[in-house]
């Protein structure tokens, strides 16, 4: 848990995001009106919820083994194992009809990306305070542009109540334009090239709560004034893409 210090200012600080991202989850729910709806939750922990921690691994699994098969290689396996990724994280997922669409898991330090490559530990050091997020997956037949969003909002709701400053991750650089949307920046411009992961380069990704908030008050405003308009070429062309 991040540092949780403060006072009345900041109590007061918090309650106002939190009523922001409370705005943003409803309006980004609307975005799925007209089908069954789609049903946000966690945070879920090994510890105290190790069923509903299975359910994601077993639900992330399957969607790795028929497209990301290097997130289970005995290298990567070793490092979550190592780390204990699963065990220390927080995680959320998102459903329809009890059937898992997505999911998400939040990390505090140490982080996996700085244990991916040189570069990328050289720069950890600059996110203290922050916690990571990892392993977004998104079940292809079940892709709109309101499950990522809706998965970032719960988790980034439940870090700011526990202090933290913010979130890093690291995202495959076509996804990169997807995060700056929702309003992550890059940490540098410099490409990092993740060994076990092929040669596909990455870019470490950023953002604290002002800029998130209001990058993500602009995206979702977006989104319902084309669905709105019944915009579905526009609106299709903002699905989302998976982190990793």
């Known amino acids: 848990m991040a540092d949780t210090g403060g006072g009345a200012a900041r109590d007061e600080e918090l309650a106002s995001r939190l009523a922001a991202m409370g705005v943003l989850e409803t309006r980004m729910a609307r975005l799925g009106a007209g089908q069954p709806p789609v049903v946000m939750a966690g945070p879920f922990f090994h510890a105290t919820a190790p069923a509903e921690v299975e359910r994601v691994r077993q639900f992330r699994d399957a969607q790795y083994r028929a497209r990301l098969s290097y997130l289970l290689s005995?290298?990567?396996?070793?490092?979550?194992?190592?780390?204990e990724l699963d065990e220390r994280s927080a995680h959320f997922h998102a459903s329809r009809e009890g059937?898992?669409?997505?999911?998400?898991?939040?990390?505090?330090?140490?982080f996996e990306f700085q244990a991916l490559a040189p570069t990328l530990e050289a720069g950890a050091p600059r996110f203290q305070g922050y916690a990571?997020?990892?392993?977004?997956?998104?079940d292809p037949d079940a892709r709109s542009p309101s499950v990522t969003p809706r998965l970032l909002i719960?988790?980034?709701?439940?870090?700011?109540?526990?202090?933290?400053?913010?979130i890093v991750g690291l995202c495959r650089r076509a996804a990169?334009?997807?995060?700056?949307?929702?309003?992550?920046?890059?940490?540098?411009?410099?490409?990092?090239?993740?060994p076990m992961r092929g040669p596909q380069p990455y870019?470490?990704?950023?953002g604290t709560w002002p800029r998130l908030i209001t990058a993500s008050t602009r995206m979702s405003e977006r989104l319902t004034r084309l669905r709105m308009n019944d915009s579905p070429d526009a609106y299709t062309r903002?699905?989302?893409v998976e982190q990793t």
């Open 74 to 83: 005995p290298e990567q396996l070793q490092l979550d194992w190592r780390l």
């Open 238 to 240: 903002l699905v989302e």
């Open 176 to 194: 990169r334009t997807v995060f700056e949307r929702y309003g992550l920046t890059a940490a540098t411009e410099e490409p990092h090239h993740v």
């Open 154 to 166: 719960a988790a980034c709701t439940w870090a700011m109540t526990e202090g933290y400053v913010g």
């Open 132 to 138: 990571e997020f990892s392993r977004l997956v998104v």
């Open 203 to 206: 870019t470490l990704m950023a």
């Open 99 to 110: 059937q898992l669409l997505g999911s998400l898991r939040i990390t505090p330090a140490p």
